[in-house]
Structures are given as C-alpha cells and as structure tokens.
C-alpha cells in the first residue's frame, strides 16, 4: 500500500486525543498529544500509548519512570517495544481520577474539533 494513501485515510479517521506528560530522569518536563492511547488490560490495570521515535518526550519514557494521560491516569512504565518508527509503551496504572463531566478533544482530517 502507497505510504500516502493510508495518510489520507487515517486523516478521516477520527479519534480521541490524550495529552501525555512525563519527565526524564534529569527533571525535564515533556508533553504531547496522542492518538494512539487504549486500555490495554483490567487485570492489572495498564494503558498502551505509541509514541513516534522523534517526539520531545520519547526518551523520557523508559521502563520505571512515570507518565500521566488527560483524565489524570498516572501510570509507570512497565514495557517498552520498538517498531519501525515508533516506540509502544505499556503503563501500569498506579493511580486515575476524573472529573464528573467529560472533556475529550478530537482529531481529524489534520486538526482539532471542536
């Protein structure tokens, strides 16, 4: 499959965004939003996000350090996978809340919607 055909494609395919934040082991806050943010498991509670190998924040995710995602679910780096451009993260979800109303941003076609 052409690399551009499936851009345009998943440019129409619209989906929640996450704000991602961690910190590296020097202190340095990252932050960043992601599509490709799931729950993984219920038992134990874990979360998969995928982060692009060039992103500001990629190196701060390592296994043992922590991360939190909107919605406030803190979690820590269990596993780490590369693939190809890409690094998959797996958090093990340590603490979460919530507020009583939802607030979910949403990504399409190369923007945010209202």
Do not use: W
Not at 16 to 37: D, H, Y
Not at 45 to 54: A, K, Q, T, Y
Not at 69 to 92: L, M, P, R
Request: aromatic content about 8%; overall charge negative.
């Amino acid at each position: 499959m052409p690399k551009e055909q499936f851009l345009i494609a998943m440019r129409f395919l619209a989906s929640s965004v996450s704000v991602i934040s961690a910190k590296n082991s020097s202190g340095s806050l990252f932050a960043m939003t992601a599509s490709s943010v799931t729950s993984l498991t219920m038992d134990p509670p874990s979360i998969l996000v995928c982060v692009n190998n060039g992103a500001t924040i990629h190196d701060a995710l390592t296994k043992g350090e922590n991360l939190c995602i909107k919605a406030n679910i803190f979690c820590k780096v269990d596993e780490t996978f590369a693939y190809h451009t890409h690094k998959i993260v797996i958090g093990s979800v340590t603490h979460s809340q919530s507020a009583d109303t939802f607030n979910t941003l949403m990504y399409a076609d190369g923007g945010y919607l209202d």
